[in-house]
């Protein structure tokens, strides 16, 4: 027998447009990847509704972690479920800014990657653009190069 006064979850409805965003203050501040990790699944939701400060909350935690690509990695993860012209130009900067080495390969093929699955003409722009950089290795534009030419 359920007691009146429970309120079953999955009965519970919440509004992602109007939620406030002071308890993602708390889960920031705990820094562990699993609180960034669930500030970024609530953030997602967010932005996809139209929430209008979620993006830029997901780019500010960017910019906070650029320097450990672990946690840029749970965030692009994020980034990745956006269609957003902000987002290729984010995935974009990111090939741009973070250099090939052992340790970074994975984070950036994620990063290529994600350009590839977005695929909407902003991305294949971004794609070409990418192609003229001599920054870019060889191996990433080849697989660019793949990509563009079965579009």
Do not use: W
Request: some cysteine.
């Amino acid at each position: 027998m359920s007691n009146p006064k429970s309120i079953s979850t999955r009965s519970l409805e919440l509004d992602i447009k109007s939620l406030p965003l002071d308890f993602l203050r708390e889960l920031f501040s705990n820094e562990t990847p699993a609180s960034l990790r669930s500030i970024c699944i609530t953030l997602v939701p967010m932005a996809n509704a139209g929430r209008s400060d979620a993006l830029p909350m997901l780019f500010g935690l960017a910019y906070l972690n650029r320097n450990d690509l672990g946690r840029m990695l749970i965030i692009a993860q994020s980034l990745r479920l956006l269609n957003h012209p902000e987002v290729v130009l984010f995935l974009q900067s990111e090939m741009l800014r973070v250099p090939s080495t052992p340790a970074s390969r994975t984070y950036l093929r994620f990063i290529l990657d994600s350009l590839f699955q977005i695929d909407t003409e902003s991305s294949r722009k971004a794609l070409r653009e990418l192609l003229s950089e001599k920054r870019i290795g060889i191996k990433y534009r080849k697989q660019i190069e793949d990509f563009l030419y079965s579009c």
